[in-house]
């Protein structure tokens, strides 16, 4: 089992930047497939970006390619995402999910992530 504690959240400018961090306990980060999410007030959780077990492979939904950029340092058991030219829209509670994977991929489904963060909140203002 693996826990995950996202930081980084806060408030910034339509055009900031902000990096999230997600720290996963146990000692077997570098196994896991990683993914962030995102949902905004009234509205489902969807996919952000996911990134194979060693960095290897990524994907981004297309409201965030090109903006933002997911990667992991194994060393130090955590995933980031650095987020660019932030929009308001972009605005939500992030979370961060992970999945014990044999092979090297990114899920974009987040119905087969087994471990979730509390979320933090990423608030854009226009």
């Known amino acids: 089992q693996v826990q995950l504690v996202e930081s980084g959240g806060g408030l910034v400018q339509a055009g900031g930047s902000l990096r999230l961090s997600c720290a996963a306990s146990?000692?077997?980060?570098?196994?896991?497939?990683m993914g962030w999410f995102r949902q905004a007030p009234g509205k489902e959780r969807e996919f952000a970006a996911a990134?194979?077990?060693?960095?290897?492979?990524?994907l981004y939904a297309d409201s965030v390619k090109g903006r933002f950029t997911i990667s992991r340092d194994n060393a130090k058991n955590t995933v980031y995402l650095q987020m660019n030219s932030l929009k308001a829209e972009d605005t939500a509670v992030y979370y961060c999910?992970?999945?014990?994977?044999?092979?090297?991929?990114?899920?974009?489904?987040?119905?087969?992530?087994?471990?979730w963060g509390q979320g933090t909140q990423v608030t854009v203002s226009s």
């Open positions: 146990g000692r077997t980060f570098s196994s896991y497939g």
């Open positions: 990134i194979s077990r060693n960095g290897g492979i990524t």
């Open positions: 999910a992970a999945r014990p994977l044999i092979t090297s991929a990114a899920i974009r489904d987040a119905a087969r992530y087994d471990y």
